[in-house]
């Protein structure tokens, strides 16, 4: 019976409602793009990640226009995580890197690279 004098007014009734279904609908989206954004990027890493390791395995560091070249060199890294990744590669498994590892990059210089030299 309160309801029903309430909602005799049905301007303040609709517009409450409206206001309830506003909230409920901007609520669920927020918890659907958390989510939605939570799984996306922990899915993209990790595709990106073994698409990395597919690739370092088969690397052998004869041709210059090479990705892993152009990644290590303009950022300045090694392998995916550190340059131990390298030991995953048949021609690196003996604790060698490829050239692009180099601080200054030579012929050959990741056959005798020491750490201070990644």
């Known amino acids: 019976m309160c309801m029903a004098s309430i909602c005799s007014f049905s301007t303040i009734c609709t517009g409450f409602f409206h206001f309830i279904t506003f909230i409920i609908i901007i609520v669920c989206i927020i918890i659907?793009?958390?989510?939605?954004?939570?799984f996306n990027n922990e899915a993209i890493t990790d595709k990106i990640e073994e698409n990395m390791r597919s690739e370092l395995k088969t690397f052998?560091?004869?041709t210059?226009?090479?990705i892993w070249?152009?990644?290590?060199?303009d950022l300045h890294c090694c392998g995916i995580t550190n340059s131990s990744d390298w030991q995953e590669n048949s021609h690196y498994a003996s604790g060698t890197v490829p050239d692009s590892c180099c601080k200054n990059v030579t012929n050959l210089c990741g056959e005798t690279a020491r750490s201070v030299d990644l």
């Open 69 to 73: 070249s152009f990644i290590q060199q």
């Open 60 to 62: 052998d560091n004869k």
């Open 32 to 38: 659907m793009s958390i989510t939605i954004n939570d």
């Open 64 to 66: 210059v226009e090479n």
